[in-house]
């Protein structure tokens, strides 16, 4: 297990060594569609809204990067997130929302009662 300083809020954030690699992984490929649009690190900033500050540590795998820049960074420079077996993108989301739609709408721990009376 990777134990990061996350320095935005001051948390430990534990990660798995596969999270960390998913997340390095992720990171160079976003690097090499960044590289094949000949974009530079400040005109990838500039299209995503954040800080080349921002990007840079993106492109190290940064965990406390926000999912939704990093998978618009992905988009942005040509990274295939994920090929369902439905070709058909709109038929996987309706799957996945009817899925999700079967879940609980929070999650409570159970109390275990215990019975004391001898």
Sequence with gaps: MVVILNMRNRKNVRLTRNTKEVLTTLALMIDIGRKNQQWTQ????ERLGVSRHTVQHLLKGDPGIAIGTVLEAAVLTGVP???PESANPVSFYHTVVE???LLPSRVRKS????DDNF
């Design 42 to 45: 400040n005109e990838l900033a």
């Design 81 to 83: 997130l994920w090929q």
């Design 111 to 114: 109390k275990v009662i215990v």
């Design 99 to 101: 899925k999700a739609a």
